[in-house]
């Protein structure tokens, strides 16, 4: 770990940056009123680094804004340790590649994202905090969007192996479709690969089908648990509408 400290105002407002990697992240914090460089410290990108970050950042005075890189990558948890400190976050643009300077130094790039969010606050989108059940969905999405792609290659190995196939096995199948098709595949017993060409090929589609099956197990557990929380979503949803209607109501309309 690296720090640089160089003058400490703990009466006035700060605002810091953060430059985000794997293991590490880098920290630069900023006078809001003045934009001096108050200091800089990298900590291991982990609970008790973020802990050690915002402890130095708010060493300097009451946090008025926190710029971070990355917050739906790399700096993800920090970006949610921020927010359950109720630190206001923003998202820090990365420079694109091309823009970079040779070389790379993380005070410098802390800095840069410090006086991006000092300059931008209004301008900077609201950071990510990967959290909540719209995080939820994402990620079960992200699975869900695998298996179907692994499910339709299945079929479609299924269906070039039938085509090669031995005429022995292909007749056997052909008046099969979609369904009923794999079903029928996935409970044959064909013999050892070893023995033939006709059994190999009944091994591979047995195979194939198998794996067909478990991964529309595994979608429709998904999709189970994707209703689930859109349907909380949706009722959390009603509610934030009925408070805002409520909030903006006539008063004489809740009169007796």
Request: proline share 5%; charged share 25%; hydrophobic share 40%.
């Amino acid at each position: 770990m690296t720090t640089t400290t160089i003058d400490r105002d703990t009466s006035n407002a700060v605002v810091a940056g953060v430059d985000t990697h794997q293991d590490t992240h880098h920290v630069a914090v900023l006078a809001a009123g003045s934009g001096a460089r108050l200091g800089d410290l990298q900590v291991p990108a982990t609970p008790a680094g973020y802990e050690r970050l915002l402890g130095f950042v708010a060493s300097f005075g009451a946090i008025a804004l926190v710029g971070v890189e990355g917050t739906n990558s790399y700096g993800a948890g920090l970006a949610r340790y921020l927010a359950a400190a109720d630190v206001t976050i923003r998202e820090v643009i990365r420079p694109k590649r091309t823009q970079r300077r040779r070389g790379k130094s993380d005070p410098i790039d802390a800095y840069a994202a410090a006086q991006q969010a000092l300059a931008e606050p209004e301008i900077l989108p609201i950071a990510k905090t990967s959290d909540g059940p719209v995080e939820q969905i994402r990620v079960l999405m992200a699975v869900r969007r695998s298996a179907m792609k692994a499910r339709i290659a299945a079929h479609r190995q299924i269906t070039s192996l039938l085509i090669t196939a031995p005429d022995a096995v292909r007749t056997r199948f052909a008046h099969l479709a979609s369904d009923p098709l794999i079903d029928t595949l996935a409970a044959t017993r064909p013999g050892p690969a070893v023995n033939s060409v006709t059994a190999a090929t009944g091994q591979a589609l047995r195979r194939l089908a198998g794996r067909h099956q478990d991964l529309t197990a595994e979608i429709a557990d998904i999709d189970a648990e994707l209703r689930i929380l859109t349907t909380q979503v949706r009722a959390r949803n009603a509610r934030h509408q009925r408070v805002r209607r409520d909030h903006h109501r006539n008063p004489a309309d809740h009169r007796g």
